[in-house]
């Protein structure tokens, strides 16, 4: 902090350059937040997938139903302890841009299957008691302003029909991460609606383990009991289940790391230009310092000092400007619903601001630190 004045004195030589400088680390860092909440929002349900829990679906394809007399044969399988089932309503409330999950749940299994999820007792317990009862996520309720006691109407579309429902409870997460934009309701209210079709089956199945080492064997286990039959299964942990479904969007973080890579290394050539030429305008200043006695590495870490600060406040703001954005939770109305810029990462967003400072300071600080003071003072 002694010489901090000379620091900015140098910094602001050239104002014009400093702040484009520093502006371009703003809008790097600010792209990298939003890189890493957009891969943070598709690799959400990876992220918060129980380790002791496996998923059931037909082998055809999720979207074929399985008969619900595999609960108890599930059940009977050594080192499973517990089943669930759910399925896919895929209804839309008023608009069709409003998407948000909304399923069909057991409500004997579901509620102690998720303990993440977080609902007041009295709550589920108006839940059970109203055939058309349902249970809505904290962001649900703050998106479309809902409360307990509305009725919401949503039309099916895989279902046909307006189906009306009412707001029992209202469940949050015990972690930032976990999905609090679902909409469950009664798997029996569905099958009495539907039971001309959907009479005796399910959309898939969840379930838990006794030890988590175990996955595998239970998983091939599972399979193999339905094998041959109408209804052939396909059993995956949760976190390959979950990850099945962000792939399908493609490789996204494959293709956010190489956006990263390249911005990263743009702004690594642009500051180590700006602080090459800032030496190059500073020949004489730095050679008067070293004959008035200071010495070759203060001038290496004055010229360092100059690309670090200039890194970390461009960094700085960048990455308050992606935090200020994601403030608010998600801006796409449903397609990213777990918008949110992690402590960590912007922990770690700043600290490789910093290391891409440092070397992009390095080879200027270096060319300053072996300036001889004589050929200098000649040059000028």
Do not use: C
Request: proline fraction near 3%; glycine fraction near 8%; aromatic fraction near 12%.
């Amino acid at each position: 902090m002694k010489y901090s004045a000379l620091i900015l004195s140098n910094l602001f030589r050239k104002k014009i350059r400093t702040v484009l400088t520093i502006g371009s680390f703003a809008v790097a860092l600010f792209l990298f937040g939003l890189l890493a909440v957009v891969r943070g929002a598709f690799n959400q349900g990876v992220e918060v997938a129980g380790t002791d829990r496996l998923v059931v679906i037909n082998k055809v394809s999720i979207i074929q139903p399985l008969p619900v007399s595999y609960n108890e044969r599930l059940l009977r399988i050594h080192g499973i302890k517990e089943v669930t089932h759910q399925n896919w309503f895929g209804g839309v409330y008023q608009d069709e841009r409003n998407f948000f999950p909304q399923m069909a749940i057991d409500d004997d299994t579901f509620h102690t299957m998720y303990p993440e999820y977080v609902l007041p007792d009295d709550q589920w317990q108006a839940y059970m008691s109203d055939r058309e009862g349902a249970v809505v996520g904290a962001d649900l309720v703050k998106r479309f302003h809902w409360k307990l006691g509305d009725r919401i109407p949503i039309k099916g579309t895989i279902f046909q029909g307006t189906w009306d429902f009412n707001i029992r409870g209202i469940y949050h997460g015990k972690k930032v991460e976990d999905d609090t934009t679902q909409f469950w309701f009664h798997y029996k209210y569905l099958e009495e609606r539907e039971s001309q079709y959907w009479k005796g089956l399910v959309g898939w199945y969840t379930v838990k383990v006794d030890n988590p080492d175990d996955s595998v064997r239970v998983a091939k286990e599972i399979d193999e009991t339905f094998s041959n039959s109408p209804w052939e299964t396909k059993t995956d942990t949760e976190k390959a289940f979950a990850t099945s479904f962000a792939k399908q969007a493609g490789n996204i973080q494959l293709l956010i790391l190489s956006i990263g890579a390249v911005v990263f290394f743009t702004l690594l050539l642009v500051t180590g230009n700006t602080m090459a030429i800032a030496v190059r305008e500073r020949v004489r200043d730095l050679a008067v310092l070293k004959a008035v006695g200071f010495s070759d590495v203060f001038v290496l870490v004055l010229v360092l000092a100059e690309s670090v600060l200039i890194a970390a406040i461009g960094g700085a703001l960048g990455l308050g400007f992606a935090k200020l954005l994601t403030r608010n939770g998600d801006p796409t109305h449903g397609m990213l619903p777990f918008f949110y810029l992690s402590p960590q990462t912007v922990v770690a967003g700043f600290a490789v601001t910093v290391a891409v400072g440092v070397v992009a300071g390095l080879l200027p600080a270096l060319s300053a630190m072996n300036l001889n003071v004589v050929d200098a003072l000649r040059r000028v």
